[in-house]
């Protein structure tokens, strides 16, 4: 397929009128082909208004309907074969097993919500028949139904350019709850996004939905994100990337004269605890896990072990000259922009000059264009309680070991932490009593908390959490992985006393869509 350098709204292809737009490959810092003319308002109210005219309808589809436009989504993507990978390759640096994988997982996310679709868990039915002779009130029939919340604009990641960018997991969980989306496609990769929002764009033709079932816009700088979330008819937002994006992002939605809900997964560093009888027992061997998922995609994951966290003694030195050695090993990978490798060079310089931190090594030197040079480095705990920077989010492979002087000071500096993705517990048997004590801590800190395993590599599935107080995310009571992730597109309404006619078909007596439903308090099939 020819990439057109266009942006797709509804059925149409368009061209903006904004700062052109170019990839670069950050491995070699060739500039890419073709251009990319961003959009600006004009675009923007086109989308969103085809956006609200398909929100009528596509709210109402019936789940085969529904599910089976996301099944058709996934094997559009499939279709594209080796060109997408290639082209997401130049765009990112990203070595291809890496990038097939995303594919997989991304195309995996889309069928979950489809079966998700289908079974109707998620419409959270609920009836509760009249009682009209009940003493000393009479009961209304009342029956409740989860509804879409609206035209959702959604946010494509830098970092993954498939798994959280056009088709990714808020696309999905959106595109499943019945919301029409609008993507803001990321400017490091719009050659990889228009391929991905060609495919869905397809899929909505051969599915026969509304034409603003789906849009992808780009822009560079703030102009189009902003219009996108300032508009009336956007309803909800999806969000990865920096807490400053974010953080602006939410202060225009609760600015408007009707706030709505930003879904944003902002910054993490994700703390691992060391404690006591497993870092004896094997302190090697963890530190060899460490340095591997430090170095996982050059470090450029939400969920990066940037923060370790023990008690200091021989057996934490030991841990960290070994980690040391891993990292002095690692070689340099490409990272994913130009920006994002500037950003990474400032907050090594921010731990290389602070004076309560000692460097224990670095990686090899790239020669890549832009290359990562991974990090390790040691402070003690007073120093880091009384200097809030430290917890700043390098994005990269670089993270900071705390020395504390015994468990308790373990738990303050856990007590001190920014709201987190994951917490990490590499423990043993006898650690148990000190995990107990640390756990009650990470519930109120963290979306994920592991034991003995390593954060990086997010599981797609029904339990999965990837989501945290702030700074991790703007909302910690939501996740944007797993099935629960529909949640966030969704709002409940209750009906009383309609008549069966009036009633949503889902609703109504003899359940004839057959989906699970809570009557008089009783689950039924």
């Known amino acids: 397929m020819t990439l057109e350098g266009k942006m797709l709204i509804g059925h149409e292809a368009a061209s903006g009128s904004s700062k052109p737009i170019h990839a670069v490959n950050p491995a070699t810092g060739e500039r890419l082909e073709p251009t990319y003319v961003g959009g600006t308002r004009p675009e923007v109210e086109r989308a969103c208004e085809l956006a609200e005219a398909a929100f009528t309808t596509y709210r109402e589809t019936t789940l085969e309907a529904r599910a089976a436009f996301l099944e058709t989504a996934a094997s559009e993507i499939e279709a594209i074969g080796d060109e997408l990978i290639e082209r997401a390759i130049a765009e990112t640096g990203l070595p291809r097993a890496r990038l097939e994988g995303e594919r997989g997982r991304t195309c995996g996310q889309l069928r979950l919500f489809a079966s998700v679709v289908r079974a109707g868990e998620w419409l959270d039915l609920r009836l509760d028949p009249a009682l009209p002779e009940r003493e000393p009130m009479p009961r209304a029939d009342l029956r409740q139904r989860h509804i879409p919340l609206g035209p959702v604009a ?132 963890i530190a060899e896990g460490f340095v591997a998922s430090l170095n996982m995609g050059a470090g450029q994951f939400c969920t990066n072990p940037g923060l370790v966290i023990a008690v200091k003694g021989p057996e934490l030195s030991a841990f960290v000259e070994a980690a040391g050695d891993a990292v002095k090993a690692s070689a340099a990978q490409t990272m994913l922009t130009p920006g994002i490798h500037a950003a990474y060079e400032q907050g090594v310089g921010r731990l290389s000059s602070n004076d309560k931190v000692r460097e224990v090594a670095r990686g090899q030197v790239g020669e890549s264009a832009h290359p990562c040079q991974a990090g390790l480095y040691v402070t003690a705990a007073g120093d880091f309680l009384a200097d809030t920077e430290l917890q700043e989010e390098v994005f990269g492979a670089t993270s900071l070991v705390i020395e504390c002087a015994d468990l308790e000071e373990v738990k303050r500096v856990a007590g001190e932490l920014e709201g987190q993705l994951t917490a990490t517990l590499q423990m043993d048997d006898g650690d148990l009593d000190a995990a107990k004590a640390l756990l009650p801590i990470l519930e109120r800190k963290a979306g994920r908390i592991l034991a003995n395993g390593w954060p990086t590599g997010v599981e797609v599935c029904h339990a999965m959490v990837h989501g945290g107080p702030y700074p991790a995310t703007s909302d910690s009571r939501t996740t944007s992985v797993g099935s629960a992730a529909i949640f966030r597109f969704l709002r409940p309404v209750c009906y009383q006393a309609l008549p069966q006619g009036l009633l949503p078909e889902v609703l109504r007596d003899g359940n004839p869509w057959g989906v699970a439903r809570l009557v008089d308090g009783k689950r039924e099939a």
């Open 154 to 285: 959604v946010f494509g990641a830098s970092n993954f350019p498939l798994a959280f960018s056009v088709a990714g997991g808020d696309t999905a969980s959106a595109l499943a709850a019945g919301c029409p989306v609008i993507v803001k496609g990321h400017s490091a990769h719009p050659g990889t996004s228009e391929l991905v929002g060609r495919a869905v764009q397809r899929a909505v033709e051969k599915r026969d939905l509304p034409e603003g079932t789906f849009s992808l816009l780009f822009g560079s700088g703030s102009e189009i994100g902003q219009a996108l979330v300032a508009d009336p008819r956007i309803q909800a937002v999806g969000f990865t990337g920096s807490r400053g994006g974010g953080t602006a992002l939410m202060k225009t939605a609760q600015a408007r004269p009707q706030p709505i809900p930003v879904y944003a997964e902002m910054s993490s560093i994700n703390p691992v605890f060391l404690l006591p009888e497993a870092l004896r027992a094997r302190g090697a061997k």
